[in-house]
């Protein structure tokens, strides 16, 4: 079945560090794939989305390319800041309504 | 520009009790989501609406009931609470037009059963 694994965290880095965290992901077909952002005490909110193979999304200085080939999406920021610290979910689309998340990826930046 | 509004944001329930989480969304939305966040978890989908009068169980349903009378409103009812229904609870909707689109949450109830 589909299925999102996601690094295990916390990831700790210091302020303006190159940002990755993997996403890799199984499924049928051809899903999209998401990333969402988790900010603490908030819902979830969209943070980027691929819809097809080699698709780049990119928002907030943050990019993520669907690889088809190694079904990666992972997640990369080149300078990252305090308020980047949040909860990072990758999650991918089952149809027809359904999410498949992975079990995200806390970031704590120090200044 | 209200979004996706759930009610309470905390609360604390004795085992046994009964209690019912409110969700509203204003966008006009078909599809409507719940799910429960276990801490160092993900997403783990209770109950979801593809629109008034429809329901179906996600992967994890015991326990809880669900009803949509409405295309606003999703509230999700538990009914002899559990400590194992101590977690984070969120609503979501979207839109029904393809497989791509974004899902808007709520700012989530965090339930504790004591």
């Known amino acids: 079945g589909n299925s999102v694994t996601q690094m295990e965290g916390p990831v700790t880095l210091s302020e303006e560090a190159f940002l990755t965290i993997n996403c890799t992901y199984t499924a049928t077909g051809y899903p999209s794939l998401f990333w969402y952002v988790q900010y603490p005490g908030e819902g979830l909110q969209l943070l980027l989305k691929?819809?097809?193979a080699d698709d780049k999304g990119s928002n907030k200085g943050f990019e993520a390319t669907y690889r088809k080939e190694t079904t990666s999406f992972h997640l990369e920021k080149g300078s990252v800041q305090v308020s980047d610290s949040a909860v990072y979910f990758c999650a991918l689309t089952r149809p027809p309504y359904q999410l498949i998340w992975g079990a995200g990826t806390k970031l704590i930046i120090k200044p | 520009n209200a979004g996706v509004t759930q009610t309470p944001k905390f609360r604390i329930l004795k085992i046994g009790q009964s209690m019912t989480l409110q969700c509203t969304q204003d966008?006009?939305?078909?599809?409507m989501y719940w799910y429960r966040q276990d801490p160092g978890m993900g997403l783990k989908l209770i109950y979801y609406?593809?629109?008034?009068?429809?329901?179906d169980k996600g992967e994890v349903p015991n326990g809880y009931n669900v009803s949509r009378s409405t295309t606003e409103d999703f509230p999700l009812r538990l009914e002899l609470a559990a400590p194992s229904q101590t977690s984070v609870y969120f609503c979501?909707?979207?839109?029904?037009?393809?497989?791509?689109?974004?899902?808007?949450f709520g700012q989530g109830t965090r339930l504790t059963v004591v």
């Open positions: 691929a819809t097809k």
């Open positions: 609406s593809v629109g008034a009068g429809i329901t």
């Open positions: 979501a909707s979207s839109p029904p037009t393809g497989t791509n689109t974004e899902a808007f």
């Open positions: 966008m006009n939305h078909n599809y």
